[in-house]
């Protein structure tokens, strides 16, 4: 098998780094049948099985990854990692 020059492996490295990976925050299921879905308008509260002392999944390539608690920073909607979930 031919080998890199000994620059490249650390240069693809370099490059992933930089190569962003979305992630996705799950505030939980809600199961509603068809008829329930139609008359949903804006301002309506779906209640989720997720309690809001129990952390949220984030996931990163369709796995869980970190779990956390949502939050605020600078104006904004944040999250704070609270554990790495090691595969």
């Known amino acids: 098998a031919p080998s890199m020059p000994k620059d490249e492996?650390?240069?693809?490295?370099?490059?992933?780094?930089?190569v962003p990976l979305p992630l996705n925050v799950?505030?939980?299921p809600v199961?509603?049948?068809?008829?329930a879905l139609n008359?949903?308008?804006v301002g309506d509260v779906?209640?989720?099985?997720?309690?809001?002392?129990?952390?949220?999944?984030?996931?990163?390539?369709?796995k869980i990854k970190?779990?956390?608690y949502p939050g605020q920073s600078d104006g904004h909607k944040s999250i704070k990692i609270?554990?790495?979930?090691?595969e």
Request: no cysteine; proline share 9%.
């Open 9 to 18: 492996p650390e240069a693809f490295r370099s490059t992933i780094r930089t």
């Open 82 to 86: 609270t554990d790495t979930i090691e």
């Open 26 to 28: 799950l505030l939980g």
């Open 66 to 68: 970190f779990k956390a």
């Open 46 to 62: 779906l209640p989720l099985r997720q309690k809001i002392s129990q952390p949220l999944n984030v996931l990163a390539e369709n």
């Open 31 to 35: 199961n509603l049948d068809i008829d």
């Open 39 to 41: 008359p949903i308008t």
